[in-house]
T-cell receptor, first 111, second 115 residues
């Protein structure tokens, strides 16, 4: 079955500390993976996707097909990174490309 | 152009009443999703429309929930005989669909409170 697992419901770090939000997936093919973010009182929005291999707001995520993981990392967390983060998977073929979502991780960056 | 819009932004209703929530997707987006976000919970998928295909209703929690998408554009989510546990933020999202890389664009949500 297709599944996205975010094992941490809440992650709390201090400003300047490294942060890693975990995401594991279960999918038989080669999916597209995404990280979405929702800051307080803002819309849920795309943060980054694995196919672009870019760094957004200092965050990076590498797709590890061997471990079926797509962890989100940032070397030095900032207070403005506090938000809800969702990992999502998209099948890469077919007409029904419904995104499969993890349950989200709430990141709190403390001063 | 405008992003995804939803109305109303807030809705307070009494238990047992019916409510309708509206979503206007981005023009040209063939895929439309409804989600529910309850306090302290993650994103719960409700229903997915893709073009003219039959909608994926697998996430609807009960037969009190239904949704329509008219003319491949605007969508309405209807909740009949509302219950207090229906209180949540209802999010709509749209995407290009199979021809695109499937980034979803979200609306601001409708906060539903059932008293």
């Amino acid at each position: 079955a297709q599944r996205v697992t975010q094992p941490e419901k809440l992650l709390s770090v201090f400003k300047g500390a490294p942060v890693e939000l975990k995401c594991n997936y279960s999918y038989s093919g080669s999916p597209e993976l995404f990280w979405y973010v929702q800051y307080s009182r803002q819309r849920l929005q795309l943060l980054l996707r694995h196919i672009s291999r870019e760094s957004i707001k200092g965050f990076t995520a590498d797709l590890n097909k061997g471990e079926t993981s797509f962890h989100l990392k940032k070397p030095f967390a900032q207070e403005e990174d506090s938000a809800m983060y969702y990992c999502a998977l998209s099948p890469n073929a077919g007409n029904n490309r419904k995104l499969i979502w993890g349950l989200g991780t709430s990141l709190a960056v403390n001063p | 152009g405008a992003g995804v819009s939803q109305s109303p932004s807030n809705k307070v209703t009494e238990k047992g009443k019916d409510v309708e929530l509206r979503c206007d997707p981005i023009s040209g987006h063939t895929a439309l999703y409804w989600y529910r976000q309850s306090l302290g919970q993650g994103l719960e998928f409700l229903i997915y429309f893709q073009g003219n295909s039959a909608p994926d209703k697998s996430g609807l929690p009960s037969d009190r929930f239904s949704a329509e998408r008219t003319g491949g554009s605007v969508s309405t989510l209807t909740i009949q005989r509302t219950q207090q546990e229906d209180s949540a933020v209802y999010l709509c999202a749209s995407s290009l669909g199979p021809r695109g890389y499937n980034e979803q664009f979200f609306g601001p949500g409708t906060r539903l409170t059932v008293l």
